[in-house]
């Protein structure tokens, strides 16, 4: 294992072509994290279609190195200008804005940074370590087993997603009728093809994802971009560099922030913006000032980032074991891994350990060079916060057809983005979660490749997820999360009403 | 900007507005028109349901398809019980500037049939010249710094794409 790692890293650090796509995919990441508005899903969306004609190595390398460095670039702009550049840097604008206000912006940003790294590395240690494990206990998996994991998948990624989990499972239920279209891949019987040429050849992911997480984002802002606007107040960096013992003293809420971000992420769905709004719960209750959290205190900078840089290695163990992605950002850069004719999952430990390597070291260097350019570039980056929204999104719409137009240089998958990116404004429109529709994409065919299989082998009897115990708790599982949500409602009312009813219920005994 | 899509009803788990109601169950139950007059109409493909064990190509489609349905139709009724029984409150649609959208999706969908026109960098050229110089205008309200920022803009674009997809990806787009 350590020799294939330090093979895999050796090798790219000897290729001057992957150090320098390493190079360019975190200042990339740096540069469009911190773009207020630009989420790490949408920086990997659109520089998706640069990867295409690289080495699978390579791509993976960039797309990690954007990855990684896209969630420490939404720090910058949370801290400077109070506005999360990701979903995920959410919560240490908490704290880091008024370290900022407060004169400690360049301390605010190295303690982000730090934290990012070594959650980030816990992150890959939790990966390097669980991984193997679990695709190894997958790989004594059968169709039973498989189609139970593509429905707790699907139900799990619903759930989590915002808004109602019984709306989600329905996006990712309009995800699987997308994975359909084309032609049957056992029967070579069209369906959902409308007779139309464009939809027969099937959709993609990565023009659905363009379309989805890139386009119809640049729809929904076009409206506000142009209008007036009030300029931020920056705060000046000030000192980079905070005490080393300030900055040693924080190694336990390092360490809490990244098990919760590592053990959060694996969830698939559960994402980094729940990570680190537990992690900064959790550091508020742990703390002998929880008072002063919310006006600047270290620990609320330094727990989310770390909780925030280590899911990303949690993210990628249901993605690279099983073939789940963790989260929409997952779920991008599974879709660069299709393009290049790899298919997450156990089999991919078992045929190609030299790719999963590869990914373990991308990670590696990518938390290093992050680190590295982060502080190189640390009083230069505030300036891309100021970069107008409206030419940002005119570059984002352009880089949307022409990226999905890369992918098999036909206009068919352009048009095909354009119709997911209208699907994703009305999504919003309507406040249904976006991410199912690609889960749903993803998961489709190993649903129905499995269910169909096992239909047959248990010679068309649906005892055979009966039969098998691990199907069997899967599917159970799958129905709990959800009935949860539609008898909850019901409990809360009766524990009402039982309470209204009966006064002395429930109150503690003195 | 405002969120993410992928965040899309982050607040969304109080109630919903029966006028929101209504819209998802119309958008599910458009959908599902569709879907339902696609697998219906192809005979093969409702053949294959009787094909001896393997479910057949038709299986999942109609399963899918059939609980999509259902669940349509359980939030249209439910919006018109809400709307009859004169509850209205709870989340409406998201707010957005519709003709803005509108616009961008009609000038991208110009934007690919000027490709076949006048070739890929031209129409982006103009593409992004004409949104830029508008939403510069809108913002500044300078006409001429607009026009301005729209031609800079576009040239730095296009140079991008040339030398990055052209040049080095061999994308054929020049």
Redesign the interface.
Known sequence: MLNDFLSALGTTLMSPWGLMLAVLGTVLGVVLGAM??I?S??ALAILL??S??MDPHLAILFLLAVFVASVYGGSISAILINIPGT?GAIVTQLDGYPMARSGRAGEALTFALVSSTLGGLIGLLVLVLVAPMLAAAAMEFRSPEFTAVAVFGLVLLAYA????T??G??VG??G??CG?MGF?S??D??????DSPVLEGGIELVPLCVG??G???????????????TKSVMPAIGRLWPPMKELLGQWKTMLRGSFIGASVGAIPAAGS?IAVAIAYAQEVRFSKRPDEFGKGVTEGVVAPESANSSSIGGTLIPMMTLGIPGD?ITAVLMGSLLIHGLRPGPELFANNPEFVSGVYSSFFLALILTLVIGLLLMRWVAWVTRI????L???I??LC??GS??IR?T?SD??IM?AF??I????????????PLAFGLIL?PL??EN??RS??LG??SWDIFINSPIALTLLLMSLGAILLPLVAPWFVRLRDDLRRTYPTLGRRRR | MSKSTENAGRENKAQTSPVLDLAVGAFFAIICAAGWSSVLSGKRLMASLDAGLDPGAGFLPVLVLGLLSLGAALILIKGCFRLVTGRTDGYGMESADHPAAVSLLLSMIALCAGVAVIGFLPATFVFSAAWTAWLSWRRTGRLARALVSGLILSVLLCAFLYVTFVSVLKVPIG
């Open positions: 207020p508005g989420s899903t949408m279609p640069i295409f004609s979903p997603s915002p808004g109602s019984i709306r499972m329905m239920g309009l699987l009728l359909m049957d056992l029967t019987i069209p369906r959902f093809t409308f989805l997480f386009f119809a984002e640049v729809m929904k802002n076009i409206g506000t971009a142009g209008r007036s606007y913006a929409a107008p929204s409206h030419i999104l005119v570059v719409a352009v057809v022409v137009f890369a240089n206009m352009v048009y354009l990116g209208l994703g404004y009305l999504l919003n429109l309507f406040r249904l979660p976006a991410a489709g649903l129905e269910l169909r239909l047959i010679r068309g």
